[in-house]
């Protein structure tokens, strides 16, 4: 990958939830391709110190052969916010599938049956969560995050990625003036994921 071949420091992150294990994948090279298409649409979250980065980057170094790095940008602190308490960040029970898994091009919205089987149904990604956003009530909005665990593997294949989600108005210890800050930057690079994959649609 791109970012292999940087200078980076070998010690792994003193945040855990920064370092995600590629361990469990068969097809590591899809996972890493899978994974960076987010590196710049989707904010991360860690719970151990209750932050959410807007401005990242992942790194694949060759000395952690089965690990994802996450590093947040220190030049801008200011895209970092904090006291983003866990009980504010709930799973949805949404994945991102690749449309490979189900013989289409593109990204899609699925859920995971208890079994670990698909959900009856798959909607294109960027329709389906237009819609969903469109359709929550405004104190309540649909604020999709990323977390250590959501990228996974399905059917020992695929790489899919699960949605968490924030919800504003539990974060208690925030202004307003923050809380709509949140829920802009992470509507702004939702749509600047949506911009980049309908282009890739029509090149």
């Not at 208690?172 to 649609?201: C, H, M, P, W």
Request: proline content about 6%.
């Amino acid at each position: 990958m791109q970012n292999d071949d940087l200078e980076f420091d070998t010690e792994l992150p003193v945040n855990p939830d920064l370092a995600w294990d590629l361990d469990d994948f068969s097809h590591r090279e899809r996972a890493m391709e899978f994974v960076m298409q987010f590196e710049s649409t989707m904010c991360v979250y860690s719970p151990t110190v209750a932050q959410l980065y807007t401005t990242y980057n992942m790194f694949f170094p060759e000395e952690w052969e089965r690990k994802l790095v996450i590093l947040p940008d220190p030049g801008v602190y200011h895209d970092t916010f904090f006291h983003i308490d866990s009980s504010a960040v709930v799973a949805t029970g949404l994945h991102i599938i690749p449309g490979e898994l189900i013989n289409r091009e593109g990204l899609f919205l699925s859920n995971l049956r208890k079994d670990r089987t698909l959900g009856v149904h798959q909607v294109p990604f960027i329709q389906g969560l237009i819609a969903i956003m469109k359709n929550r009530p405004a104190d309540d909005p649909f604020l999709p995050v990323l977390a250590k665990g959501d990228l996974r593997e399905f059917e020992k294949s695929w790489p899919v990625m699960h949605l968490h989600r924030v919800k504003p108005l539990i974060l208690a210890r925030i202004s307003d003036v923050d809380r709509t800050s949140l829920g802009n930057v992470i509507t702004e690079k939702l749509e600047s994921l949506f911009v980049s994959l309908q282009k890739e649609n029509f090149a």
